[in-house]
Every structure is written in structure tokens, then in C-alpha cells.
């Protein structure tokens, strides 16, 4: 009784300070809820020991390389998840063989990938074919920078946030582009013009389903949007145009990483492979990374829009229960909410099937795009009368 | 840190503003472009001017040059090499542009003194979209409206030239 009670006149400080029972505990929520201590004690000490030049030089190569191990982990992880989330919609088991339950495979076939040969088509574009891949590597990577994981894990807060991450990953679609013409082939070609009208098409939905909740956020920075969700995610404080928005972003998501049952662009069975038909060795992989990593930056951004990135579960000013979730760290939020979207991501490619070119456009020009503009001036709207929570 | 950043980037879109415009390879010289568009956004972000770069990023990176590309592609010469300008033209041309560079540098010199002044006004988006519906003084209502206006127009002029004709 007396630490319920204790719970309710407690300011929030005093209220940590005052857990009777597991000593360690209080330190380790500290150290899990705020990585700005970490970061700042790296930032200090980097500072201490270098001229400020050198030191900051120190911290982009260190930032670099983080991003780069988690680029590939990412991308084994994903390649995995999707292998086993296909394999038990369809009642197989998957990969089982390398590891346990066959956790090394991905691994086992990153290796392949890098011993195997890049070829070059005889009468290609030799320049624009080797660039590609590095383009599209390059976009998600930018992307991928400008995203918050967890409290004070944020390499870059820019002020235009979302803008800019909508902005860096428009470019991916001259990769696309560049390796389809370059590649000299008639499906490349075909699978790089479709890729193209698709992507350049459902960017409208996506851009219009996300300024539909910049409306009530007020802000594009991704530091601000994610602290306007502190009582609450957008999703349920927008009520109905936040879930509409939130289903037209998840529809546009999909079909712009190319992604069943949007992938007319790669389609198997009338193009072999689409864009990437002719690239092997390394930089298919690049490819085929910056498809899983695009998967995730959607991901990712619709978990900051629309269900708070690393912010706790919060419902009002309802503290007790705002300060439970609390004890579960940012991160643990952050990653959960972007594995099930993802999971939901591969939940629509081995379920629908594929559509074909003029349905797909049809859906995107004739239903989505007038739906999120109405959706948008109805959160106008919304917002105005201060209909939203 | 700031100055070699600056010059990285100026080297950038200086060399691939010459490859542009010479290289012989229709494609070629649009992903050139590309990349002296990414580096003028660099320059933005640099400045502090960062929805600048996003719109430089979007518009003209992700937009321009993906419009510039897929029509390039659909008039269906891509792959070959354009045939080597007459010499005629090649002087006059150089002759033109020499012309200009130094008709500007002229006038930048005589009438600038170039002082260095601090990046005192932040340009925040909240700034951008205010002063772009401010009917009053610094106020940009009625370029915008007129943009609008002329957008639409080309978009209801777009769709009469795609529409088939119906008899």
C-alpha cells in the first residue's frame, strides 16, 4: 500500500530514487532509458585526447563504422527473418541446416556472394553499370543515418528530419534506373521503367499520408516528433485519419521498396530478375541489401510517425502506468515496433498476389492518391477544431 | 573541418559541371548532373540552410534528373555516342562563355568587396512556411498562389496531351 501511494505524490525523480527493492536496479534503467550519457562520455573523452579537429574527424569514422556493421547485420537478419517467415506461410521449415535452426545460413550465403564473380555484360555501359549499385547502397545508407533507435542513439537530428529521409531515398530510383538501361537487356529495361513509374508514383501517397500526422506534430524533426508522442502515439491520438494515413503509408511503403505484391519490377516469372537481372557477385548483394535496408527505413519511419519510435507505450498523463512501461528500454520499443511492421511487410508479399502494371497504377492515381489528400484536408480539419487527443 | 568540406564539394560540381556538358554520352552526362545536384545540396547543409537541400534533394535529385533519364530512355537513342561539335562551333562556343565568365567576374569585382559575415539568420522550415503565406511585408503569398496557379495548369495541360482522343 505505501508504495502505491508513494507512486502517486512522488514527483518523477524522487519516484526512481525511492524503489525499495532491487538495488542495481535503479543504475540499470538509467543506463538502458538514456544512451546520451554513453554517447556524451565518447563525445568528452574523444575531445579530451584529440585537437577538436582530429576529434570530430575521429567521431564520423567511428559513426561510419557503426553504420556500417549494422548495415550488414541488418541485412543477414532481415535476409533470414524473410526466409523463415516465407517458408512458414508456405508450411516448410526454411533453412535449417547451417547453425541452429539454420541461423548461419545467411551468413553462409553472404560468403558466397563476395567470393563469386562480378560479371559485366559485353556491349554495357561499363561506368553507369559499376555506379549503380553504389548509388542505391549510398541513398539507403543516408537514409538510414537521419533515424532515431533508441533516447540520445541519433546520429543526425536535422530540423527537416522526415523530409530529408523522403528526399535521400527518392534517389535510389536512379540506381534503378542506371542498372536496368546499363545492363543492356530487354527485361532489365522493362523491370527498370516499371520500377521507375511505380516508385515516382506511390512517393505522392507516402509524402501525403506522413504530412497528414505533420500536421498535428507541427514539426518535422524526428527528435520533436517522437517527444509529441509522450502522452500517447499518434495512432491513437489521430484517431481515424491517423489509421487511414497509417494504411496508405504501409500500401505506398511496400510498393516503393519494391516488394510483393508490388514487385512487377523484379516479377520472376515474365522478367527473371528485373533490374538486377544481369549483376552478380557483390554488387547484386548491393542490390539486393538496399532492398531488405529500404524495407526497414519504411519500417522505421512509419514506427516514428505513427507509433512513437523509441517512446514507451503512454497513455495521457496516466503516470503509474506511463512509469511501468518506462522500465522497458527505448531500444527494446524502438526495434519491436520495427520488427512487426516488417513482419507485417512480409506478411503482404507471401499472402497477395502480384498485381499487374495498370492495376498497379490505377491504385495509386484513381484510389490512394485522392484518398490521402481528402484524408489531409480532413486532419486539417481535425486539427483546427482540436478534435484529436 | 567546414573549409575542407567546401572545397571537396566545390571541386565536385566543378569537375562533373565540365564532364556535363563534355561528355560525349547523353546518360553519361545526366548522372553527372546528378551528382553536381547532390553537391549543390551538400552546399546547402553546409550553409545551414537545410530544407534548401531537402527541396534541392527531392526536386532536382530525386525529380529532375529521373524525368531527364526516363525521357532519355524512351527516345530510344541513349546508347549512342553524340557526334563531335565543328570546330566552328567548338571556338564560338568557348568564345561565348570566356565572354561571359569574365563580363561577370568583372562586375562581381567592381562592385562587391566580398566581407565574410556569420550565419546570424537561422532559416528554420517554421520561417520558410510562415513568410511563404505572409500577405504582409517579406511576405511571399502571391508568388506562391501564382506558382500554384501555373502548376495546375500545366498538370489540366498535361492530362488534355496524355488523354486519348475520344469520337
Redesign the interface.
Known amino acids: 500500500m505505501e508504495t502505491l501511494q508513494l507512486f502517486k505524490i512522488l514527483p518523477e525523480k524522487i519516484y526512481f530514487q525511492n524503489i525499495p527493492y532491487l538495488p542495481g536496479f535503479r543504475k540499470m534503467v538509467g543506463w538502458n532509458l538514456d544512451f546520451s550519457t554513453l554517447t556524451r562520455n565518447i563525445h568528452d573523452s574523444l575531445f579530451s585526447f584529440f585537437s577538436p579537429?582530429l576529434a570530430?574527424?575521429a567521431e564520423m569514422v567511428i559513426i561510419g563504422l557503426c553504420f556500417l556493421t549494422f548495415f550488414a547485420l541488418l541485412g543477414l537478419i532481415l535476409v533470414y527473418a524473410e526466409r523463415k517467415v516465407c517458408a512458414f506461410f508456405q508450411l516448410r521449415l526454411g533453412p535449417m541446416r547451417v547453425g541452429f535452426w539454420g541461423t548461419a545460413q545467411t551468413f553462409a550465403d553472404f560468403i558466397k556472394l563476395l567470393l563469386k564473380e562480378p560479371l559485366t555484360t559485353k556491349n554495357a555501359?561499363k561506368?553507369?553499370f559499376n555506379?549503380a549499385p553504389f548509388i542505391v547502397i549510398v541513398a539507403s545508407f543516408m537514409a538510414v543515418a537521419a533515424i532515431p533507435f533508441a533516447k540520445g542513439l541519433h546520429a543526425v537530428d536535422?530540423?527537416?528530419g522526415i523530409?530529408?529521409i523522403?528526399?535521400?531515398s527518392?534517389?535510389g530510383?536512379?540506381s534503378i534506373?542506371?542498372a536496368g538501361?546499363?545492363s543492356?537487356n530487354k527485361y532489365s529495361?522493362i523491370g527498370a521503367?516499371r520500377s521507375?513509374a511505380q516508385i515516382?508514383s506511390y512517393e505522392i501517397s507516402a509524402g501525403l499520408a506522413l504530412l497528414t500526422i505533420i500536421i498535428l506534430t507541427g514539426?518535422?524533426q524526428l527528435s520533436e516528433i517522437i517527444e509529441s508522442q509522450r502522452t500517447g502515439w499518434w495512432i491513437f491520438k489521430g484517431h481515424i485519419p491517423a489509421i487511414i494515413a497509417f494504411v496508405i503509408y504501409m500500401i505506398a511503403g511496400t510498393a516503393e521498396t519494391n516488394r510483393g505484391p508490388f514487385d512487377i519490377a523484379e516479377a520472376e516469372s515474365e522478367l527473371t530478375a528485373g533490374f538486377h537481372t544481369e549483376y552478380s557477385g557483390i554488387k547484386f548483394a548491393f542490390f539486393f541489401l538496399a532492398e531488405f535496408v529500404n524495407m526497414f527505413i519504411v519500417s522505421a519511419i512509419a514506427a516514428t510517425v505513427f507509433f512513437g519510435g523509441w517512446m514507451p507505450f503512454h497513455i495521457g498523463n496516466f503516470t503509474f502506468f506511463n512509469h511501468l512501461m518506462d522500465f522497458i528500454p527505448s531500444v527494446v520499443w524502438f526495434f519491436g515496433k520495427v520488427s512487426l511492421i516488417v513482419f507485417l511487410m512480409m506478411w503482404f508479399r507471401w499472402t497477395f498476389p502480384r498485381l499487374r502494371i495498370d492495376q498497379l497504377l490505377t491504385l495509386e492515381w484513381k484510389y490512394l492518391m485522392p484518398i490521402s489528400l481528402v484524408n489531409f484536408l480532413f486532419m486539417a480539419f481535425i486539427s483546427l477544431e482540436g478534435w484529436y487527443f | 573541418?567546414n573549409q575542407v568540406v567546401f572545397y571537396f564539394l566545390s571541386a565536385v560540381i566543378l569537375v562533373f559541371s565540365l564532364l556535363t556538358v563534355t561528355s560525349s554520352?547523353i546518360?553519361?552526362a545526366a548522372?553527372y548532373l546528378?551528382f553536381v545536384l547532390?553537391a549543390t545540396a551538400g552546399i546547402y547543409f553546409l550553409l545551414g540552410y537545410?530544407?534548401l537541400?531537402?527541396?534541392q534533394?527531392?526536386l532536382y535529385?530525386?525529380?529532375i534528373?529521373?524525368l531527364i533519364?526516363?525521357a532519355i530512355?524512351l527516345t530510344g537513342s541513349?546508347?549512342e555516342k553524340l557526334e563531335r561539335p565543328s570546330l566552328n562551333k567548338f571556338l564560338l562556343a568557348i568564345l561565348i562563355s570566356l565572354i561571359g565568365t569574365v563580363t561577370s567576374l568583372i562586375l562581381f569585382f567592381a562592385y562587391h568587396s566580398f566581407p565574410v559575415i556569420g550565419n546570424e539568420i537561422p532559416a528554420?522550415?517554421k520561417m520558410v512556411g510562415a513568410s511563404l503565406i505572409n500577405p504582409g511585408d517579406n511576405g511571399y503569398v502571391l508568388p506562391f498562389e501564382l506558382i500554384s496557379v501555373l502548376l495546375l495548369a500545366a498538370i489540366v495541360g498535361a492530362i488534355v496531351i496524355a488523354k486519348k482522343a475520344t469520337r
Do not use: P
Request: charged share 5%.
Open positions: 579537429g570530430s574527424a555501359d561506368f553507369l555506379l536535422l530540423d527537416i523530409f530529408f523522403t528526399a535521400v527518392s534517389i530510383v536512379v534506373l542506371l538501361w546499363s543492356n529495361l521503367i521507375g515516382l514539426s518535422l | 573541418m554520352r546518360l553519361r548522372v546528378l547532390i537545410n530544407f537541400a531537402g527541396v534533394l527531392t535529385a530525386g525529380g534528373i529521373v533519364i526516363f530512355m541513349a546508347g528554420t522550415v
